[in-house]
């Protein structure tokens, strides 16, 4: 199996472990998602692995993009503080890599034992399944930082909870609770914290006794043009992202996150 730089993956029996290895926040860029993006195509070729989970070290799931950190190396000094999202890279380039996660073949179950934040609950929801405690945050907080929802999210998230509660979850970025999520159908497990990562691979070791092809051909069934919803999603998603980032509202936004304090929005 290939050796990547922040994440692990091991194979437990019929089972794919993709390990994100950045805490304690596991905040994601390009990298990552590519990194994921290949492990998943790699299982895919992998005739022994039938399902897989996907799970992260530290205290949180992943914790988003980190709009703190400073922009990369080839970007100059005036830029980095000019957008606070330059530190992610390309977002376009992003969006086609994450495209790629929902273009896999095998079913996923995330264990997600601690907060699931912007990007961070996009790819939580890139999972058929998730299994959470009640320490697990999920939030989509986009609209607190001035901000467009992302990661194909206005396609996926009322698809799973319904239109209304994603709403509720869009305009008010506030953090859903594990029970919470478990009771919209967010996750589909609720254990302890310590038995996250176990109650996945249990439910994957479960999907993995099943046939394998009777597994990807139902699989492909029910996730049929998913992938290109996704894809239309953040096309759109990318257009009013592109946009808000000029504004003052989402450095105000940003700043305000990282003082943890009550934005001072003033709608330009």
Known sequence: MSTYKDIGIEK????????IRRPPLNFFDISLINQIAD??????????????????????????????????QEQDASEA?????????????????????????????????????????GLAISADFRVACP???????FTKLGFHPGFGLTATLPELIGKNNAELMF??????????????????????????RAAALKLAGEIAE????????????????LADRVLAATNHELAEQTRLRTTE???????????????NFKAR
């Not at 992610?88 to 907060?115: C, D, E, M, T, W």
């Not at 320490?135 to 907080?141: C, G, I, L």
């Not at 609770?177 to 589909?188: C, F, S, V």
Request: charged letters at 25%; glycine letters at 10%.
């Open 249 to 263: 509202d989402f450095k105000e936004g940003i700043k305000a996150t990282a003082e943890r304090r009550v934005a």
């Open 39 to 72: 492990a998943l195509e790699e299982f895919d070729r992998d005739i022994e692995i039938r399902s897989s989970v996907l799970a992260a070290q530290g205290k949180a799931f992943c914790a988003g993009a980190n709009f703190n950190d400073p922009a990369p």
């Open 135 to 141: 320490e697990t945050r999920f939030s989509a907080n």
């Open 171 to 196: 305009y008010t970025s506030r953090r859903v609770t594990g029970e919470e999520a478990y009771r919209w159908g967010l996750a589909n497990e609720l254990v302890p914290q310590d038995q996250v």
């Open 12 to 19: 437990h029996g019929h089972v794919g472990l993709i390990e």
């Open 81 to 121: 503080k000019g957008d606070p999202a330059d530190g992610l890279g390309s977002i376009n380039h992003l969006y086609i890599q994450a495209v790629r996660i929902f273009r896999n073949q095998k079913p996923i179950v995330a264990a997600v034992q601690g907060a699931a934040i912007g990007g961070g609950l």
């Open 210 to 225: 099943c046939s394998p092809l009777g597994l990807l051909a139902t699989r492909a069934t029910m996730r049929a043009g």
